[in-house]
């Protein structure tokens, strides 16, 4: 069965250092996604990539997130100066195969430490 | 803002028996709903659908209820596995967008031997 594969599976950083976790969504998918799980908190919803370019972000992406689809196969995740506050799961997911855009497939996901 | 809630975090139910998860969402503008369930160490995995023009979506033992009026969902599931101990995500899309999921904040099911 086609998966959405992350890594690392954990980073563990510096206050201040650049991060970049990276994904491959499922092949024949169209629309690419970054979320993140702050431990004992909801999921939560930063951006959603389609057509080689940013379709929506959340208040969270800001300007030290950035996004990019550097080839045809990888999804990256950049976080330009790390903060206490970035630790959390960061979930990759794709969507939209011939059977529907709805459904989202996600990654196992990168547990991001920030020390 | 909480626009997905899930008001129980932790559920526990006896192997055999109905596990029914809550969900209670706020937009109206919400017209698809998910259910995701997620194990430890991985990745939420999509359980079930249903569309704002149903009220009820059956797939094998997972069964998901729309009540539009009262802004509530829920997934029922019948007979309860040890398998299915994991947490439970309720989710939502937007009408007229398709890319921003709102996700609740998840019930831990256990399902007892």
């Known amino acids: 069965e086609p998966e959405v594969t992350q890594t690392p599976s954990h980073q563990v950083t510096q206050m201040g250092q650049e991060v970049i976790l990276r994904c491959v969504p499922i092949s024949n998918h169209l629309y690419f996604y970054w979320y993140r799980q702050i431990l004992g908190q909801k999921v939560e919803f930063l951006v959603s990539?389609?057509?080689?370019?940013?379709?929506?972000k959340s208040e969270i992406f800001d300007d030290q997130f950035s996004v990019e689809r550097p080839d045809g196969s990888n999804f990256t995740l950049k976080i330009r100066s790390t903060k206490l506050e970035d630790s959390a799961m960061y979930f990759c997911a794709s969507s939209g195969d011939s059977s529907g855009a709805n459904v989202l497939t996600f990654g196992a996901g990168s547990r991001l430490t920030v020390l | 803002d909480q626009q997905v809630k899930q008001n129980s975090p932790s559920l526990s139910v006896q192997e055999g028996r109905i596990s029914i998860l809550n969900c209670d969402y706020t937009n109206s503008m919400f017209d698809y709903f998910l259910w995701y369930k997620k194990y430890p160490a991985e990745g939420p995995t999509f359980l079930i659908s249903i569309s704002s023009i149903k009220d009820k979506n059956e797939d094998g033992r997972f069964t998901v209820f729309l009540n539009k009026s009262a802004k509530h969902l829920s997934l029922h599931i019948v007979p309860s596995q040890p398998g299915d101990s994991a947490v439970y995500f309720c989710?939502?899309?937007?009408?007229?967008?398709?890319?921003?999921?709102?996700f609740g904040t998840g019930t831990s099911l256990t399902v007892i031997p």
């Open positions: 990539f389609y057509n080689n370019e940013i379709s929506e």
């Open positions: 989710a939502a899309i937007p009408r007229g967008t398709g890319n921003q999921f709102y």
